[in-house]
């Protein structure tokens, strides 16, 4: 007989929200439910996402008897607390990164989480792409030479206007960094992953270059849930302590250098993350937002390798979920990550096979935790500063 499908919920209603829950039906599970930030806005976002129920709070949410696996998708602080609760009413969690806004809390949560022997996993789910797998490929196999330089940048420009405002700026809510937290974070995974290069040690400079901004915080997607529940008042102007920019110089463990630039205040630059690893015969290069390709240089000519299952590395090839010519994006590598993360749930209930190399899992993310304590140190000492493993 079948197994019953997995019974999921979603804490939050938001943008992340939407991509869990999409991700969730893709998967197969029974989403049972979602909450906000009151039952009002929870009751709301059960309508506009199709659920017969809302939860009034995330704590309900997280402990209920009707729920195998929680999504926390909520802003930043109150990851831990719901994560941590929702492990210990023995569920399955999906927590959205960054998993604490203080390492110490971060560690704390990935120790519970191992002693209960529930999966865990964090969405750094830019490793789901296609192409971002095929680099990772290359790098792994020694194709390129060894790494000697690992850089990029993460720009977006949501937020480069005095007006613009969201909860992430404050850093009760979001955590005391914001723009590498929120986004440098994505990057530094995924370079370390496609590499397996660590970086060790770092140099930073973050700089908030609109030191108040006026209005009120919004959700990050207008026409999705509000973000906090607080009413939006006329004019509300935040003193901001949170970065807008972030640079780092770096080494890994394994002898590279690198450099990175993260910002939310490029104009023009939606979601650019961009990467490019430079080895001894060949270079690779992603860009998210064309995701459809990768770049392949070389002393002997440079190439821009489509994505095309048939000419793609098993892992590359198994994420390519369309045939060549119909383009894959953000929204699949969600489905591909949700996916792994259930079949690894229920191994016979068949997600089916898997990348191979695992989903993104509390490690990581705590792992990034730290990375983003050392950037903000570097910066407020000026100095070289060592990531602790
Ligand atoms: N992995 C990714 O690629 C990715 C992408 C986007 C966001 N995120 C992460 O997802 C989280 C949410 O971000 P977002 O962009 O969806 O924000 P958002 O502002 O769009 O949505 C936040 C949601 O949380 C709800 N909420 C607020 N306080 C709550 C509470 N106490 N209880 C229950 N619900 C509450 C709000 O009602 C809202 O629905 C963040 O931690 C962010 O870092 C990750």
Not at 74 to 88: I, K, V, Y
Request: with cysteine; charged share 20%; net charge negative.
């Amino acid at each position: 007989m079948a197994e019953s499908p997995l019974r999921v919920a979603i804490a939050g209603a938001g943008m992340a929200a939407r991509l869990h829950l999409d991700a969730a039906r893709r998967a197969g599970a029974r989403v049972v439910g979602v909450c906000a930030s009151t039952p009002e806005r929870g009751k709301q976002a059960a309508v506009r996402f199709g659920l017969d129920r809302s939860f009034d709070s995330a704590e309900e949410l997280a402990t209920s008897d009707e729920v195998d696996v929680v999504h926390v998708c909520t802003p930043n602080a109150s990851h831990r607390r719901l994560a941590e609760l929702a492990l210990l009413a023995g569920k399955h969690v999906i927590c959205e990164k960054p998993l604490a806004t203080t390492s110490d809390e971060a560690d704390a949560l990935l120790e519970l989480a191992r002693d209960s022997g529930l999966i865990t996993a964090v969405p750094f789910i830019y490793r789901y792409h296609p192409m971002a797998a095929e680099a990772r490929a290359r790098v792994r196999s020694g194709s390129i030479g060894p790494v000697r330089l690992i850089h990029g940048h993460y720009l977006q420009d949501w937020l480069s206007g005095p007006g613009d405002n969201n909860w992430r700026v404050d850093p009760g809510l979001g955590g005391a960094s914001r723009a590498f937290a929120d986004i440098g974070s994505h990057w530094c995974d995924l370079v370390e992953w496609v590499t397996g290069h660590r970086i060790d040690k770092l140099i930073a400079m973050v700089h908030t270059v609109l030191p108040v901004r006026e209005g009120a915080a919004r959700g990050t997607f207008s026409g999705l849930d509000d973000a906090t529940g607080a009413e939006p008042t006329v004019s509300t102007e935040t003193t901001v302590t949170t970065e807008d920019t972030a640079h780092l110089l770096f080494s890994t463990d394994l002898g590279a250098s690198g450099a990175l630039t993260v910002s939310q205040v490029s104009p023009g630059r939606k979601n650019r993350l961009w990467f490019e690893v430079d080895g001894g015969s060949a270079s690779v290069a992603f860009d998210q937002e064309n995701p459809e390709s990768l770049f392949v240089g070389s002393r002997t000519g440079n190439a821009k390798l489509l994505r095309d299952p048939a000419l793609l590395s098993p892992q590359a090839a198994y994420l390519s979920v369309l045939p060549a010519g119909h383009p894959m994006g953000y929204a699949d590598c969600f489905a591909a990550f949700v996916g792994e993360v259930y079949a690894a749930i229920r191994p016979t209930a068949n997600q089916g096979t898997s990348t191979g190399y695992g989903y993104p899992t509390f490690d990581d993310a705590a792992r990034t935790v730290r990375l983003t304590e050392a950037v903000l140190r570097s910066a407020r000492s000026r100095s070289w500063t060592e990531v602790p493993r």
